[in-house]
Each structure stands twice: as C-alpha cells, then as structure tokens.
C-alpha cells in the first residue's frame, strides 16, 4: 500500500471514531514560522514532508472575478491590492493579518447586481496568478502555481483535501463583516437572496473542483468563520436559516463523492456543534483554546458522534518552554481515546514558535501517540 494510502485510511478510521495505527495529524503554517524553519534546516524545508504530516490543504481560485492583483499603492514592504472579490487590502511589513480598506458592495441593493465568473471555470483549477484566500494571509503572495500543480508534488505522499468556503466566508469579503451583520436585520430579503446566490455558486464551485483533481482528493476543509473568542457573530438561530442549508449540501456533495470533510471555523462556535452533528459533519477545526475550548471536555460530550481537529495551545508551543509544551501534547491526546481526534494547533503554527518548539511537539506525539494509547 502506497504511503499516501496508509495515511487515508488512518485519517478515515480516526473520523470514523475508531483508533487507527497511530493519532494523525495535520497542520497550518504562517510563513514566519516556515522562513525560521528554513534558518534552521535549508531552503529546501517542507514541513509536511519533514514533520511526516498526514495531510495538507490545497485550495483552488475562488475569487469571484479571476483577475490579477490590481496593485493601488506600494511603499516599501507596505502594499495595498484589489482583489477579485473587489475587496481593497493593505499588506503591511510582518504584521500578522491584512487590513481591509474597503469591499465592493457597499449598499443592499448592489448585492442583486454583484455578478461572478463561473463557479467551474477552468482558470480556477488549472490556471496560476493571484486569488485572494491563497496569496492574502500573514504575508502577500503573487502569481502563484494554478490549484491542481500544487497538488501534483503531494498526492503519493499524504491525504490531500480541497477547500471551499461557506456563504458567510464568501459574503464578508465582498460586503464587509460589519455590513454582513447590519443588513441581516435590516435587508433580510436583500441578504437573504445573496447568500442563496452564494451557496449555490460554492456548491457548484465544490463539484468542479472535485471533477478537476480527477480522484486526487480525499477530502475537504469548508472554511467559515462565525464565531468569534465569546461565542457566535450572530444567533445560531439566524446561522441555521441563512447558512445551515448551504453547508449541509456542500457536506452532501462531498460525502456522496467518497470525501472526508473538515469545518474550519474560529472562534467559539458551540452553539451549532450539535448542527454539525446532525448535518452529518466529521470533524470540527481549529478549537481554539484561546476562545476557552477544550477538546478533551468536547470529546466527552460528542465523542462518537463528531470528531475533533486542532486545540493544542498555540500560545504554549510559543513559550518555548519544553516542559509545558509537553504537558499540553500528552493532555491534548487524552482527546484521541478511541479514535475522533487529529493533532494539530488551535489555528496554525504562527511565527512566534521557533522551529525546535514545534518539533518537540511532534516528536511527543510520536512518542505518545500509538494505538493503543498509553498516556501517563
């Protein structure tokens, strides 16, 4: 069995709350952390390849308009583009996160007009350049290599999963988050239509991009942030009329096309686990342990019925300190008892973890992290 294979089938039991050969696991990387780690091991450095990672998180153009970068101002390292969502965003030196100056629609009734190109235009999978979830983060990325060449060098050797975004992810970068919360309570029909529009266009997108890596993928990461570090940005109520639907259908498509699904959204988003549940789900990520969760309370109220990604304290592995991020691995792991658990950070490793901090964790979950478990 190939090795791209072996971690599959460890990653589909772990889902399936069942203990495989070991806990997998996975991870996000700021390009601080990657630019240390090649200080440190050479410029050739892969941390999927190095840490023997179970699987990586490749996304394809989702930008509604597939155009360039429209470069608006530049001084020094401080850059400021539009991207194809109309969205205007400073980049500024090593700041960890962009700043958004301004989006396209800035009134109701611009939503009905806002218009995209099509959701299974071959550009988004099969043609490089600028988009702006995959070269808009902690630094600013240009022209890079089209979604299926950066699947190509990973396929034989871990799990690759796609990602798509759910309405509410989609809708802020065009509206804004703030005209996102306001219209939902003063253009509900307005809003309402748009995020219908949304949620049939990622659905679409979801299912082109699944026919373009021709059997490649094994699963999917559904990005959505509706949550913040005390709870929802808005009522679980409202999430399960505007948004539920949608992210169910995109949860249908890929289970009914053989795929494993993941949700990443930050922030404490508690109040819909239980819909996660019942929409049929298989993992939740990051948990953030900043935003007061923890998995191994999670694990005891939804163990067997949704699995966990992420919560080792990104904060601890910054310390530095050996000890305590040993601590936080062998307590973490508590969570992967019977299956239903992937290690990896609360978020992602930022730039504040020097290199020797995240190996520690690794090499303590290689030391640990075997079925059947045997924690101190």
């Keep these: 069995m190939d090795v791209a294979q072996v971690k599959i089938d460890r990653l589909r039991l772990a889902l399936a709350h069942k203990e ?86 800035t009134r109701p009734e611009e939503m009905a007009d806002f218009a995209f190109d099509a959701p299974d235009d071959p550009r988004r999978f099969r043609q490089g350049g600028d988009d702006q979830l995959n070269c808009v983060g902690d630094a600013l990325a240009r022209d890079i290599p089209s979604f299926l060449d950066r699947m190509a060098p990973y396929t034989a050797d871990m799990a690759v999963f796609g990602g798509i975004c759910e309405p509410f992810e989609y809708l802020w970068r065009i509206i804004g988050t703030e005209n996102a919360l306001e219209w939902m309570a003063t253009a509900p029909d307005e809003l309402g239509a748009f995020v219908q529009r949304i949620g049939a266009h990622m659905v679409a997108m979801c299912r082109a991009q699944i026919d373009a890596a021709e059997g490649k993928l094994a699963g999917m990461v559904i990005w959505g942030d509706v949550a913040y570090r005390r709870g929802m940005l808005f009522g679980a109520r409202r999430w399960r009329s505007l948004f539920r639907p949608h992210v169910q259908a995109l949860i249908d498509l890929c289970h009914e096309r053989g795929l494993m699904v993941i949700y990443h ?21 990051p948990l953030e342990a900043k935003a007061d969760l923890d998995v191994v309370k999670l694990k005891q109220r939804y163990g067997g019925r949704l699995a966990f990604c992420g919560n080792v304290d990104v904060r601890v592995l910054e310390s530095g300190d050996p000890a305590a991020i040993r601590a936080e691995v062998l307590y973490k792991l508590q969570a992967a008892r019977g299956g239903g658990y992937i290690f990896q950070s609360d978020h992602s490793v930022s730039s504040g973890v020097a290199p020797e901090s995240y190996e520690l964790a690794i090499r303590t979950l290689r030391e640990t992290g075997d079925y059947p478990l045997r924690l101190p």
């Design 20 to 105: 495989p050969d070991r806990v997998p696991v996975g991870e996000f990387f700021w390009t601080g952390f990657l630019k240390r780690c090649k200080a440190v091991w050479g410029e050739e450095f892969d941390p999927y390849r190095r840490f023997d990672l179970d699987y990586i998180v490749i996304g394809p153009n989702m930008d509604p308009v597939i155009r360039p970068f429209e470069v608006v101002a530049q001084s020094g390292d401080d850059i400021t583009v539009r991207t194809g969502f109309g969205a205007t965003i400073r980049r500024s030196g090593d700041l960890p996160m962009p700043s958004f100056e301004a989006f396209s629609v």
């Design 265 to 285: 959204g930050c922030g404490n988003a508690s109040d819909i686990l239980e819909d996660m549940v019942e929409i049929g789900l298989d993992a939740y990520n």
